[in-house]
């Protein structure tokens, strides 16, 4: 045993540490088939025809699917691996590149037609073509309209501060987040002066760019093709590594997919309900309506007035690509942290592993905040590490990242209080000496929450509470907002995901939220639980190393504490970081696997380019291993690409039926009832789609006549719906024959009888009018 030991810590042993690295690499080995075997189990569970199928999924579809992906995938595959392996490296570079390209361009086509055309062999017939171009063109233009627009006013500021970049990409990252914080804040001042209309929106977004286009051709005229003095010039070439062709064949397929989902109309419950429904209300109003009745009212909402912005320019799906432009965006940034931080790093592998991650993939399809988040948080993290001898633009661009993060989410805390610490470390290990590091500090965390203050402010005059709902139990509530037993229900819901948080549990975390990702309602893949072990074999790790191992670990402990809910979308934010960090350990990887084989690097890179595409549709079902034992189905992630709505071949109206069960009941609300009706909802998740007042069974207000009134209080009942104004309950048939308001005693039987007229009915949905 001692021997064994000494043949992996003692690098003197075995030749040049030759056999040292043949076991390292034989674990790795063993670890690897592993965890692969247990993570896709699911294609043993396909195969003998175990798996539910609550969707109503064709399996004969889903392998016709995944034929055609790994047919040209494998055609692709073979073809980079022959190149990479045959060519001359320097004399046929160029020729190659175009090769391998285009093959990357022929692979995702097969795929997405291949997709399409199993699907349904008439796939051509396309009779809502019309409608899904305008819906397609309207928010392609208006989203470059916003991010054109946001670009121009970070330039601007940029240039009349006379900050400096290196290089086109680091500044645009830079420019498109500050100019979309701007957009934000003006948008806001125009809803302070109650002028938040669609209108006005258009000629702020015109405005700014009629001003940045005239700013840039006199430029332009000026000085000619001459870099922008906020851009300075970079010198070193950048470094072709073997297998960044097939990387970036990979990155343009999930890319492409991921545009595919945005281009669909929006159909996820937090999108629906509050990311694009307040927007719509506050367009509608002129101002920022407070909802008391929704505790997501008092929300920071920086990222709903950019979604604001898109809805007015470009509709839903402009606002849907405003968020999917988070995407490529942070895929830059992921590619700018390795080329910067870790040089031995692949950055196309990098980004790879980041747009292939199945949770973020999903988050690019929908109106969702949290990949916006994401960016954000890179941001600050980039201009931290930059932020060098009291260089003040870096310190700043981070306080500022770290306040458009802060008035995003209230997740972005925890970012706040990692930062900090970080800085602290950071100017003490550089100064040796408390007092110089005190006013960057206090510049840092001060200029940061200037941002969200105002959203605190706005929380605390309507709840008495800052971060309403959060800290309840420390600063109260109005009753009519919320209440112990609000509390209790939120905590209820939250407390659900993942396991609970015994020593064994918090232990095994890494793997349980890995193979296990149904029940933390999302999944990050496989390959960072894959690759990130093959870090310890690194001896000595760059500086820049130890700042995003020491972040994203504690982050994952905040995560995991009781500050926080296992849900694997609040992951979001140190996912490209993640993606960074594997691709880091891929290098020592490929090393210890040469020490069995010559061709270990090539080994390697093949099964990352198979174990990569199995993270995009259609092979997410191969992730839900869980689902003999489980019968829901992996939430938060793109399970099909929805070609069929976005080329024309099925319409809206029918997408959103299949997609949002309440759709059909809403759209009779909407075309029959008064406009001054009030509906008791007791479906969520669809406020988009509404025009009428509604409210929803389970707020706080409404609880006296619903969960408060059980069999024989009818009475009560019907006096708290008669002082809400409830003219109309629209009930969730489901729930109802599930037995889970058989309590209540709005939904006796008698009490129908009595007191309800039905209004309209479809297969999931009744919707009653009080008499």
């Not at 550089?430 to 590091?437: G, T």
């Not at 409210?695 to 409404?702: E, F, G, L, P, R």
Request: charged share 15%.
């Amino acid at each position: 045993m001692k021997n064994f030991v000494q043949l992996f810590l003692d690098p003197k042993i075995g030749g040049n540490r030759i056999w040292q690295q043949r076991g390292w690499a034989l674990l790795w080995l063993v670890w690897a088939i592993g965890l692969l075997t247990v993570y896709y189990r699911q294609f043993g569970y396909t195969a003998t025809g175990k798996v539910p199928n609550p969707d109503g999924v064709s399996v004969v579809n889903v392998f016709l699917d995944a034929g055609f992906a790994a047919a040209s995938m494998g055609l692709f595959l073979g073809a980079t691996i022959w190149l990479l392996q045959r060519s001359p490296a320097r004399r046929e570079q160029w020729q190659r590149s175009q090769i391998l390209l285009g093959f990357g361009i022929f692979s995702s086509s097969v795929v997405l037609l291949g997709y399409l055309f199993t699907i349904s062999p008439v796939a051509y017939f396309l009779p809502a073509f019309q409608e899904a171009t305008l819906r397609a063109v309207q928010g392609i233009l208006g989203a470059g309209w916003v991010l054109l627009a946001a670009q121009f006013l970070g330039m601007g500021l940029f240039h009349w501060l006379r900050w400096q970049f290196d290089g086109r990409r680091e500044a645009l990252l830079y420019q498109i987040s500050t100019g979309l914080g701007c957009i934000a804040y003006l948008s806001a001042g125009l809803a302070g002066l109650r002028l938040y209309y669609i209108s006005s929106v258009q000629i702020l977004i015109a405005i700014i760019v009629l001003g940045g286009a005239c700013s840039w051709g006199w430029h332009w005229t000026r000085n000619g093709r001459q870099q922008p003095d906020f851009v300075k010039p970079v010198i070193a070439p950048i470094r072709r590594r073997s297998g960044d062709r097939l990387w970036q064949a990979i990155v343009l397929l999930a890319t492409a997919i991921a545009l595919i989902g945005a281009l669909a109309p929006e159909q996820e419950y937090d999108a629906l309900w509050y990311h694009l429904g307040l927007p719509k209300l506050w367009l509608q109003q002129g101002f920022l309506v407070d909802l008391p009745a929704d505790f997501i009212s008092l929300y920071p909402m920086t990222w709903e007035l950019i979604f604001g912005a898109g809805l007015a320019v470009g509709g839903q799906i402009g606002a849907k690509l405003l968020h999917f432009a988070c995407l490529p965006l942070t895929g830059l940034l992921v590619y700018q942290l390795a080329s910067r931080f870790m040089p031995r790093a692949s950055p196309w592998l990098a980004v790879a592993l980041f747009v292939t991650i199945p949770i973020v993939l999903w988050e690019s399809t929908t109106a969702y905040i949290d990949l916006a988040l994401a960016l954000h948080v890179g941001l600050v993290i980039y201009a931290l590490l930059r932020y060098e001898n009291r260089c003040w633009q870096w310190l700043l661009l981070a306080a500022l990242n770290l306040g458009l993060a802060l008035a995003t989410k209230h997740l972005a805390l925890f970012v706040l209080a990692l930062t900090a610490i970080g800085l602290v470390l950071k100017l003490w290990l550089q100064e040796r000496s408390w007092r110089p590091l005190l006013f960057p500090v206090l510049v840092f965390c001060g200029f940061s929450l200037l941002f969200p203050l105002p959203w605190y402010l706005r929380s605390w005059l309507a709840s008495g509470n800052p971060v309403f709902p959060e800290l309840f139990e420390i600063f109260g509530a109005p009753p009519d907002r919320w209440n112990s037993l609000t509390e209790s229900g939120l905590g209820k819901f939250l407390g659900h995901f993942g396991r609970p948080r015994t020593l064994p549990n918090l232990l095994t975390l890494p793997w349980d939220m890995t193979v296990h990702a149904a029940h933390y309602d999302g999944a990050l893949g496989p390959l960072f639980l894959l690759l990130l072990p093959a870090l310890l074999i690194r001896r000595r790790f760059t500086p820049a190393t130890i700042w995003l191992l020491a972040f994203v670990g504690l982050f994952l402990a905040l995560w995991a504490s009781p500050f926080s809910s296992f849900q694997m979308r609040f992951l979001i934010p140190i996912t490209p970081l993640l993606a960074v960090l594997a691709a880091e350990a891929a290098t020592p990887l490929a090393s210890i696997l040469r020490s069995l084989t010559h061709r270990g690097k090539s080994f390697l890179f093949a099964g990352l380019a198979v174990l990569l595409p199995l993270n995009l549709p259609p092979f997410i079902q191969f992730h839900e291993g869980d689902r003999v034992q489980w019968e829901g189905w992996l939430n938060h992630a793109m399970h099909q690409i929805p070609f069929a709505v976005v080329v024309g071949r099925q319409s809206q109206t029918d997408y959103l039926q299949h997609a949002v069960p309440s759709y059909r009941a809403w759209r009779y609300i909407n075309t029959h009832l008064p406009t001054n009706a009030r509906v008791l909802s007791f479906s969520s998740g669809d406020h988009f789609y509404a025009d009428r007042e509604r409210i929803w069974s389970d707020a706080t207000i409404a609880h006296p006549a619903i969960w408060g009134a059980s069999i024989g209080q009818e009475q009560k009942a019907f006096q708290t719906l008669g002082k809400l104004r409830i003219s109309h309950i629209l009930i969730d048939k489901k729930e109802l024959n599930s037995g889970a308001l058989k309590e209540l005693a709005i939904v006796q039987p008698s009490t129908i009888t009595n007191r309800y007229v039905v209004e309209y009915e479809d297969d999931r949905f009744i919707l009653y009018r009080i008499r």
